[in-house]
């Protein structure tokens, strides 16, 4: 991408991630390069079907800020254990001296913010009570909870707001992350996404007929559905970084076709890779892998097949890592955009965990195991309902 005069050198100073597999970066490359899979039958959430979900573990263990207690909620503990890990806390404070409060944004991708505690209060009171004047909206179900907790906690007093677009949410934070810097609005923004295990997503999931009763295998011939996860991933995106890790393109659309369904072609999801390859400045021969948005679902890993194959290649390694932290929805883009920022740093195309036989539709490259690479440009896409496509070219 071309910076904007006075936005120099945009790029990705520090990063973390909570999810099934652990907290931060020594965990989750670990199981990158292990295959591990953090998908569990057992879990706290009262459903009346079975599944496999990607459940955080210990969060109730967390000292949660007593000055902050309205905020207490599942994800905004999630948000908590992400600060905590990697000294992800400390490198966000550090920003905020270096550049001045007013001069540090939050931009927080979401599906659901903090609306398990709405569901917790619900079930909690008798018919047709009152809600208990406890309960506090803005705290929690609201989807600016997570943005304004992080505010209030790291006291970063430049623009805060929320994306909610399914799927796509932190990814699409992201790009405004980078814009918010190139409109000269902001010098360094908290990006990331947050999403936890919830009723409303996974009853919402099933009624759709999407959960598969085993831990998902995305790409497989014999996968049917997803299994859903948890997750917390915060970057901090910055101008004038020394890091040489960067966003280096971005591409979006909407095809909009259906409210769950992509158009089989992938057509859209095809031209938002194409817009991130050309912002990129790349062609599609020099794209390393993709890390594939594969949720398991039988029509969507084959349509995204079809976009990458008329993007990228169909020979590009790739892979999905669903199989291994769940589709944690509206932290999807940004949990698997900092598994890719892992990838990049390692030198490491991760495995494709669940794959056993390689669906004839999908890529023919997927990568069921890790293996080590050089990797110098990856592509991660995220795709959500409605046809918002999102991809972004990662870079070292």
Same mark, same amino acid.
Not at 79 to 108: N, P, Y
Not at 200 to 219: A, D, Q, V, W, Y
């Given at each position: 991408?071309?910076?904007?005069?006075?936005?120099?050198?945009?790029?990705?100073?520090?990063?973390? !991630?909570? *999810?099934?597999?652990?907290?931060?970066?020594?965990?989750?490359?670990?199981?990158?390069?292990?295959?591990?899979?953090?998908?569990?039958?057992?879990?706290?959430?009262?459903?009346?079907? *079975?599944?496999?979900?990607?459940?955080?573990?210990?969060?109730?263990?967390?000292?949660?800020?007593?000055?902050? /207690?309205?905020?207490?909620?599942? $994800?905004?503990?999630?948000?908590?254990?992400?600060?905590?890990?990697?000294?992800?806390?400390?490198?966000?404070?550090?920003?905020?001296?270096?550049?001045?409060?007013?001069?540090?944004?939050?931009?927080?991708?979401?599906?659901?913010?903090?609306?398990?505690?709405?569901?917790?209060?619900?079930?909690?009171?008798?018919?047709?009570?009152?809600?208990?004047?406890?309960?506090?909206?803005?705290?929690?179900?609201?989807?600016?909870?997570?943005?304004?907790?992080?505010?209030?906690?790291?006291?970063?007093?430049?623009?805060?707001?929320?994306?909610?677009?399914?799927?796509?949410?932190?990814?699409? $934070?992201?790009?405004?992350?980078?814009?918010?810097?190139? $409109?000269? !609005?902001?010098?360094?923004?908290?990006?990331?996404?947050?999403?936890?295990?919830?009723?409303?997503?996974?009853?919402?999931?099933?009624?759709?007929?999407?959960?598969?009763? /085993?831990?998902?295998?995305?790409?497989?011939?014999?996968?049917?559905?997803?299994?859903?996860?948890?997750?917390?991933?915060?970057?901090?995106?910055?101008?004038?970084?020394?890091?040489?890790?960067?966003?280096?393109?971005?591409?979006?659309?909407?095809?909009?076709?259906?409210?769950?369904?992509?158009?089989?072609?992938?057509?859209?999801?095809?031209?938002?890779?194409?817009?991130?390859?050309?912002?990129?400045?790349?062609?599609?021969?020099?794209?390393?892998?993709?890390?594939?948005?594969?949720?398991?679902?039988?029509?969507?890993?084959?349509?995204?097949?079809?976009?990458?194959?008329?993007?990228?290649?169909?020979?590009?390694?790739?892979?999905?890592?669903?199989?291994?932290?769940?589709?944690?929805?509206?932290?999807?883009?940004?949990?698997?955009?900092?598994?890719?920022?892992?990838?990049?740093?390692?030198?490491?195309?991760?495995?494709?965990?669940?794959?056993?036989?390689?669906?004839?539709?999908?890529?023919?490259?997927?990568? $069921?195991?890790?293996?080590?690479?050089?990797?110098?440009?990856?592509? /991660?896409?995220?795709?959500?309902?409605?046809?918002?496509?999102?991809? !972004?070219?990662?870079?070292?």
């Amino acid at each position: 991408m071309t910076n904007l005069p006075g936005a120099n050198n945009i790029g990705i100073s520090h990063s973390t !991630l909570v *999810s099934c597999l652990g907290r931060g970066h020594a965990a989750h490359v670990t199981a990158l390069r292990n295959g591990t899979s953090g998908l569990r039958a057992e879990h706290h959430l009262d459903l009346p079907f *079975s599944c496999f979900l990607g459940e955080v573990d210990d969060l109730a263990d967390l000292r949660f800020p007593v000055e902050l /207690s309205a905020y207490d909620n599942r $994800a905004n503990r999630l948000a908590l254990a992400a600060l905590g890990s990697d000294g992800f806390d400390q490198a966000a404070l550090a920003t905020r001296e270096k550049w001045g409060a007013l001069r540090c944004g939050i931009v927080i991708g979401t599906s659901t913010a903090g609306v398990e505690m709405l569901e917790r209060v619900y079930r909690a009171r008798d018919d047709d009570a009152p809600m208990p004047k406890s309960y506090s909206m803005r705290h929690h179900d609201s989807q600016q909870a997570v943005a304004a907790f992080l505010q209030d906690y790291l006291d970063f007093q430049g623009p805060s707001y929320s994306i909610s677009t399914a799927c796509s949410s932190s990814a699409k $934070a992201l790009v405004d992350a980078y814009q918010l810097i190139e $409109a000269g !609005l902001c010098d360094a923004v908290l990006v990331g996404g947050v999403d936890s295990l919830c009723l409303t997503s996974l009853n919402g999931f099933e009624s759709l007929e999407l959960i598969s009763r /085993s831990p998902c295998k995305p790409c497989d011939s014999n996968r049917d559905g997803l299994s859903i996860g948890e997750a917390a991933a915060f970057l901090i995106v910055e101008r004038d970084s020394k890091n040489g890790i960067r966003m280096s393109g971005f591409g979006e659309s909407s095809d909009g076709t259906n409210m769950s369904t992509p158009p089989e072609d992938g057509a859209g999801a095809a031209t938002a890779i194409r817009q991130a390859l050309q912002r990129a400045g790349l062609t599609a021969g020099d794209i390393d892998y993709v890390n594939l948005h594969g949720t398991a679902t039988v029509v969507n890993d084959a349509a995204e097949a079809q976009a990458v194959s008329s993007a990228i290649g169909a020979q590009v390694p790739a892979s999905s890592l669903k199989g291994a932290i769940g589709h944690t929805l509206g932290a999807a883009g940004a949990a698997e955009a900092v598994l890719c920022l892992y990838a990049l740093e390692h030198g490491i195309i991760p495995g494709n965990p669940g794959l056993e036989k390689l669906d004839p539709k999908a890529l023919p490259n997927v990568a $069921a195991q890790c293996r080590n690479a050089p990797l110098k440009h990856v592509v /991660s896409n995220s795709f959500g309902f409605g046809g918002s496509n999102c991809a !972004l070219v990662l870079s070292r």
